[in-house]
């Protein structure tokens, strides 16, 4: 076993507080047997790019609308990838599909965070708020957040780690999208990286 940690990259395209719990958890050493080396956002204006800068880790714009193409678009993200010599790439809030050209080069090398109990209100169509809106609509009581290997099917890889969240009555997206990050997603997300790290660590 090597001493060197897995280098990660954390992908973005909003606000970062996925991205800010890694860190945080990374500094109280909860996240142990892995480091984040590089922090790509498809948004220029993420503010995740101000939580990266703040704590010093090297960061990268690569806007899916200044490419020509799918195809350039992760051309670009597999050059970063490869230059700073990336071992697991972490989708954090990351608002952008990555085509099975992609994927397939990294088998379980890529986890995402979604933030619903996973076969429930998930793949085409469903992120961020729509999630949630979605999960009030149906009625549910019991919601939650998922974290998966990515594969080619939009949020059907497989599971590495669930936490259920129970709705309140006069939830509205933003109050159930809140609870469902405090008590889920910003626990399970640093917990499977960890725990991903540590096994690709233990594989080196
Ligand atoms: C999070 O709730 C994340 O689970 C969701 O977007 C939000 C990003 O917030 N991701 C998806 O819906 C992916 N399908 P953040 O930028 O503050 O971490």
């Given amino acids: 076993m090597s001493n060197d940690k897995i280098k990660i990259a954390v992908m973005v395209s909003g606000g970062g507080t996925n991205l800010q719990a890694l860190i945080d958890k ?17 948004n220029p204006n993420a503010f995740a790019l101000e ?3 703040k704590a010093g880790i090297k960061n990268a714009v690569v806007s899916r609308k200044e490419c020509s193409s799918q195809q350039e678009f992760e051309k670009k993200i597999s ?3 490869a230059e700073n010599k990336i071992e697991l790439i972490v989708l954090a809030g990351f608002m952008c599909i990555l085509s099975e050209n992609f994927t397939v080069k990294f088998p379980k090398r890529i986890i995402n965070i979604h933030p619903s109990l996973i076969p429930s209100f998930c793949g085409k169509g469903f992120y961020g708020l729509h999630v949630h809106e979605a999960a009030l609509a149906y009625g549910v009581k019991v919601t939650g957040a998922t974290v998966h290997f990515v594969n080619e099917i939009p949020d059907g890889g497989e599971i ?10 006069g939830d509205t997206p933003q109050t159930l999208q809140k609870r469902v990050m405090v008590n889920a997603e910003w626990i399970i997300l640093p917990q499977a990286v960890e725990k991903v790290s540590r096994e690709l660590l233990e594989s080196k």
């Fill in 79 to 81: 050059s970063l990838l």
């Fill in 26 to 42: 990374q500094k109280s050493g909860v996240i142990a047997s892995g480091e984040i080396s590089l922090v790509i956002s498809s």
């Fill in 51 to 53: 939580r990266a800068k």
């Fill in 160 to 169: 590495i780690m669930q936490k259920a969240v129970e709705v309140e009555d």
